[in-house]
């Protein structure tokens, strides 16, 4: 058997080892970055519900709005409400007016008997 050369050994050694911590260097920054996409993603994920609950809500509030039909329904109930009230107003005037007009027939004629 032959000598070794240990230089050429030496130098193929030095060649593999920079081979493999370049390839280190690449994963590290490989998963690196994906983590940093990863954590960027996790973060659109978290603003992503935060706005699905919102929608949920106001879908929620219009949902329990009522309709144009409720709205209508109801119109009607407060115009029969404000015919209903013109009525009584107009009673409550009429019977003013008898009250007043009894009051001074009360007091002209208790007036004239003594």
């Avoid at 193929?12 to 920054?29: E, H, K, N, P, R």
């Avoid at 954590?39 to 603003?47: E, F, G, S």
């Avoid at 005037?93 to 208790?110: D, N, P, V």
Wanted: glycine share 6%; proline share 1%.
């Amino acid at each position: 058997m032959g000598a070794i050369d240990w230089t050429a050994a030496r130098f193929f050694f030095d060649v593999i080892s920079a081979l493999f911590m370049v390839g280190v260097a690449i994963y590290v920054w490989w998963s690196n970055r994906n983590r940093a996409t990863g954590d960027a993603i996790q973060d659109v994920h978290a603003r992503l519900d935060q706005v699905d609950r919102h929608v949920a809500r106001i879908e929620q509030t219009l949902d329990s709005r009522p309709g144009y039909a409720e709205i209508d329904v109801l119109r009607a109930e407060m115009a029969t409400i404000s015919r209903g009230m013109a009525e009584i107003s107009a009673q409550m005037q009429s019977t003013t007016a008898l009250l007043g007009r009894l009051h001074e027939y009360l007091l002209t004629e208790k007036g004239n008997t003594r």
